[in-house]
């Protein structure tokens, strides 16, 4: 029987996981440990294994699962920027991801979080927790499906969020530098982002992070959009250059914004900071700001989601065992 090791492994993952090894027939062992020097011997006598790895993994171990006749390392994310995939080549190890876990979460996500800034949610609440039920303007909302909304990345996720603004009634703009057509029936796309942002009230960032789109968002790029509009940041944190964001909205070019990712969130998410002092200073602005509503990294996190995640890094490492390649290799 094939026998796989799942590091990393949440309480959550568990069920899951042991569903998916009856189905398939194989042998799953889970331990909460991280995969490193320390732990990698753990892996011996398994034939592959699946992470979810958040930190870079010390050289050392490629070679060291190699010798264990170890031929894959099966990431239960989309992203494997933690990985020297050259490296993991040079010890034939296969690295692979789940590109697509469940956009539909992400997509509706973002329209509860657009819905929750036009409709001044988060301030109501505050008002409500006070016991003040006045009707005032400061917590008048807006409709949605009077607004356009630019989706900017029209991709997996882009394009199912632009179907759910759609669905509203909201006019969509599109930009891409890959436009799709099978997007053209629900947004009109636009050739450059400075034509999608110009009329929209609501900006929506669905890209991936490059080294092109780094701080694209910027204050040059905010003074361009229409007063008062809303940027959604549900993609990565570093697109958004976050002082000029805070800028722009104490200056009111901006009415608000939802960030579900910060430029540098790596050392606070996914950890429980309530007894220790925020240490970033940006970090802390985007907190407390009033206009801000911050979400850490959690658009994706639905049952849904997860068991995917389960599921597609279990399947790529059983794939590669099988057959001696995925089709989620990424090295
Ligand atoms: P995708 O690859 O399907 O789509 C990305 C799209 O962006 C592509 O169509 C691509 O052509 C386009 N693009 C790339 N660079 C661009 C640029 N400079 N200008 C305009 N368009 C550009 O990816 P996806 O699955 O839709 O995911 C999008 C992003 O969402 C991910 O890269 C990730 O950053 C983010 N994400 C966030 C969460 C979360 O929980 N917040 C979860 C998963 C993914």
Redesign the pocket.
Known sequence: MVRLLMYNTREEEKSWALEWAKQNNVEVEMTADLLTMDTVEQAKGFDGISLSQVAPIDEVVYSELASYGIKQIAQRS??VDMYNLELAQANHLIISNV??YS?E??AE?TVSAALNLIRKVELIQARVERQDFRWTPEIRGRVLGDMTVAI????????IAAKFFKGFGAKVIG????P?ALCEDVLHYVDS?ETAIVDADIVSI?????A??YY?FDYDLFRKFKKGAMLLN???GSIVKTQDLLRALDEELLAGAAL??YESEAAYIPKDWSDKPIEDDTFQKVLNHPKISYTP?????TDEAVKNLVEGGLNAALEVIQTGTTKNRMN
């Not at 669905?206 to 490059?210: E, L, V, W």
Request: proline share 8%.
């Open positions: 989309a992203g590109p697509s956009p979460s992400i996500f900017i990345g029209t991709g997996r996720i882009g394009s930009y891409d530098l890959y799709n982002i669905h890209m991936p992070a490059t092109d789109n694209l549900m993609a990565r579900d990712t990294h959690i658009a994706y996190y």
